[in-house]
């Protein structure tokens, strides 16, 4: 039997070993961490954006859109193009341009509120003592969680 632990065997047979000390390890880890819980909370992104968002950015992008379309027939009235199919791609590329200002003005206007929402949710969560928060905008939580939706527009409303 001596003969069987020298050598290469011997190597092997330690190697097996200390792979088992590291299985046995890992697995009473997993255990332990199995037993931590994980407190899951959901909000409706959807509901934050109709419900706090949009009411914030409203006028402003209501105001803007309204100054970029003057701006825009203005600009289409002044074109000194003769051909019509010239006339209407010269417009369509003032249109196209226009779009890009008032898609840049609304990422001005969203960006900041996009930041105030997500500490919101991160504020919510602390408190409750919430380790994840999924967006269930599509009914994506089945069964359990916490809807934090509520507490977190009372928490961005004051």
Known sequence: ????????????VIGGLALLVLVAF????????????????????QRLVAE????????????ETDRLQKELDAE?????IEDEEEKLKEAQALLDKYQALLDQRKQELIAPLVLQIRDGIRQVAEARGLTVVLDNTQGLVLYGGMDLTEEVLDVLQQ
């Open 1 to 12: 039997m001596t003969k069987y632990f020298a050598g290469k065997n011997r190597t092997a």
């Open 26 to 45: 890992g697995a009473s880890l997993s255990l332990g961490k199995a037993e931590e819980r994980t407190t899951v909370g959901y909000v409706n992104s």
């Open 52 to 63: 706090y968002m949009e009411p914030m950015v409203q006028e402003q992008l209501s105001q």
């Open 76 to 80: 289409i009235a002044n074109l000194q």
